[in-house]
């Protein structure tokens, strides 16, 4: 069992960024960040593997977004640039052993969630 605890969220207007960081309470996890709007399905945002050598992104966040991870802390990051209204969402870490998957049903481990507003 590994606890997840996020942090970084806020309120940013419209072209700006946010980091958030997520802790986790143990080690080779491989780790990631979903998100959920109001009134819609959570979504897989990006992934990052142990050893950080595979890195995922979904489709609209690639150029903007970049996850990283720093296994000496048990903390993976999400930069978060040129942020947009439709970025407006509860950010949440997840953690998995060996492989994060996309399908949000199949995530083991779930942070309580940061939120993320985007002002226009």
């Known amino acids: 069992q590994v606890q997840l605890v996020e942090s970084g969220g806020g309120l940013v207007q419209a072209g700006g960024s946010l980091r958030l960081s997520c802790s986790a309470s143990?080690?080779?996890?491989?780790m990631g960040w979903f998100r959920q709007a109001p009134g819609k399905e959570r979504e897989f945002v990006a992934a990052i593997s142990w050893g950080g050598g595979t890195i995922e992104y979904v489709d609209s966040v690639k150029g903007r977004f970049a996850i990283s991870r720093d296994n000496a802390k048990n903390t993976v990051y999400l930069q978060m640039n040129s942020l947009k209204p439709e970025d407006t969402a509860v950010y949440y870490c997840a953690a998995d052993t060996l492989v994060l998957r996309r399908d949000y049903r199949f995530v083991n481990y779930w942070g309580k969630g940061t939120l993320v507003t985007v002002s226009s």
């Open positions: 143990g080690r080779n996890y491989a």
